[in-house]
């Protein structure tokens, strides 16, 4: 099978991504909407006999039998999923965040996922870092999206990791290996990874704890954040990404 030429896969990835930030986009435009018709009678008629059944489920994980044992059994258990997490990553970010912020209160979830977080990306710094500067080009090599932004602006490491973590487009491991494999100080790793995850992990926490009553305003407008974010950085990644200089 002949093999597609670079120009072409690159046309077709940028198309790709710009259609992906275009339905995202479209999607928090669809939660604006559903959240001024959210007080139309039909839709309240509906949403009432939906919420009883939603109600039963709430009331089964809140009256769950030693209900102190979970609380203290789901933070380690979490906890070990981010590490296994940076080894296999079968699962995202978000998922931990709405497990937790569903049976725990809501500070409690929120100092978890951070916990997880720096598990998360620790893992694979220090794992880049017993590697060796000398596999950063090899990294590099295979994460093409993350080198072209390094090469554009090899300066600015600590502002590109902010971005890295900023955006969901990124992977969080190959990030955290390359950014060890390059001597990166580990405190600034550390304290700039979690930032950039932050305004995620506020707004994923929220949504979980919100899981049950889903037409309510801190459900409905974490959502269309989270989308918007999502839609404007994946385009406007692609638009940097195209400014690049050609090789």
């Known amino acids: 099978m002949k093999k597609q030429p670079q120009p072409a896969r690159e046309k077709r990835r940028h198309s790709l991504i710009?259609?992906?930030?275009?339905?995202?986009?479209a999607a928090a435009g669809a939660l604006v909407v559903l959240l001024y018709f959210r007080n139309t009678p039909w839709l309240w008629e509906w949403y009432e006999a939906y919420q009883q059944r939603l109600a039963q489920a709430e009331d089964y994980v809140l009256n769950l039998p030693r209900a102190e044992m979970v609380t203290l059994v789901i933070p380690p258990i979490v906890?070990?999923?981010?590490?296994?997490?940076?080894?296999?990553?079968?699962?995202?970010?978000?998922?931990?965040?709405?497990?937790?912020?569903?049976?725990?209160?809501?500070?409690?979830?929120?100092?978890?996922?951070?916990?997880?977080?720096v598990i998360l990306t620790g893992i694979k710094f220090w794992w880049g870092r017993r590697l060796g500067g000398g596999q950063t080009q090899k990294l590099l090599k295979l994460h093409p999206s993350v080198r072209a932004f390094l090469e554009r602006d090899s300066k600015s490491k600590p502002w590109l990791l902010f971005m890295f973590r900023l955006i969901p487009y990124f992977p969080v491991n190959p990030v955290s290996q390359i950014y060890g494999a390059m001597g990166f100080d580990f405190a600034d790793y550390a304290l700039i990874s979690l930032l950039g995850f932050l305004p995620r992990l506020v707004v994923y926490t929220i949504l979980g704890h919100n899981t049950f009553d889903p037409l309510s305003i801190p459900f409905i407008v974490p959502l269309i954040i989270i989308f918007t974010l999502s839609g404007v950085s994946l385009i406007g990644i692609n638009m940097m990404l195209a400014k690049r200089p050609k090789e």
Request: aromatic share 10%; hydrophobic share 60%.
């Open 18 to 25: 710009n259609l992906i930030g275009g339905l995202l986009l």
């Open 79 to 117: 906890l070990l999923l981010y590490a296994i997490k940076s080894v296999i990553p079968f699962f995202p970010i978000s998922m931990m965040c709405f497990i937790t912020s569903a049976v725990l209160p809501m500070t409690t979830s929120f100092a978890v996922n951070i916990a997880g977080v």
